[in-house]
């Protein structure tokens, strides 16, 4: 993680731009990492703030999602489609929460003199968004930038850890490209067998690029 020195800090604070990169650590099945949403939501900050010059807080990997009792159980985001408890997951707050935790920390930001909160989130989940509405009411400063939104927008839909998603997290970090290619989903795979099909096989970084433009272009 980047080093910031006071004068540094001091510097970003008269551009008065922060940004928060949102993510979750969340089950992505066996070819994504688990750290994929804020891993992403990292980089669109990173990219955006080369022409907006603002100080990017470090990744906030918890977050919020829909929760069901199914079995007795209470499943938490792709727990309640897979239908079981899955490894992965270590990032659940509820909405309310957590909208407080951003409401808190955009306070904390403002005191600091930053006039603009850019948040990106990373992870999409119902509870999430509801939770960030809720906190964008309450703060003026606080804008929400959900990249599955545009996307959607601009007719691509992208399911949890499937070949969209996977796409644009190669271009986002190109080299995890074939790494992940090498990956080999058996047919029982939990992720396969709730898609279908093997996301690998359908991914591309060319269309991942695209993917990031629209978005990066969306938040400038």
Request: charged share 25%; net charge positive.
């Amino acid at each position: 993680m980047k080093k910031t020195y006071l004068k540094e800090f001091v510097k970003y604070t008269q551009n008065k731009i922060a940004y928060i990169p949102v993510g979750t650590i969340e089950w992505h099945g066996n070819h994504l990492p688990i750290e994929t949403d804020f891993l992403v939501a990292k980089k669109i900050c990173e990219i955006v703030a080369k022409n907006n010059s603002g100080y990017i807080l470090p990744p906030i990997y918890m977050g919020s999602d829909r929760k069901e009792k199914i079995g007795g159980k209470q499943l938490v985001g792709m727990d309640r489609y897979v239908g079981k408890k899955l490894q992965g997951s270590v990032y659940y707050l509820e909405p309310n929460f957590f909208s407080e935790l951003i409401i808190n920390l955009s306070n904390n930001l403002i005191s600091q003199g930053f006039e603009k909160i850019i948040l990106v989130t990373g992870h999409a989940g119902t509870g999430q968004i509801k939770a960030l509405e809720m906190a964008k009411k309450k703060i003026k400063n606080l804008s929400v930038c959900n990249p599955y939104e545009t996307l959607e927008k601009n007719g691509i839909h992208v399911e949890h850890a499937d070949e969209n998603e996977t796409s644009l997290f190669w271009a986002c970090y190109p080299e995890e490209e074939i790494k992940i290619r090498k990956i080999k989903l058996k047919r029982d795979d939990d992720y396969v067998k709730f898609l279908g099909y093997n996301p690998i096989s359908k991914a591309s970084l060319a269309l991942g690029k695209r993917m990031l433009n629209e978005i990066i272009k969306k938040i400038k």
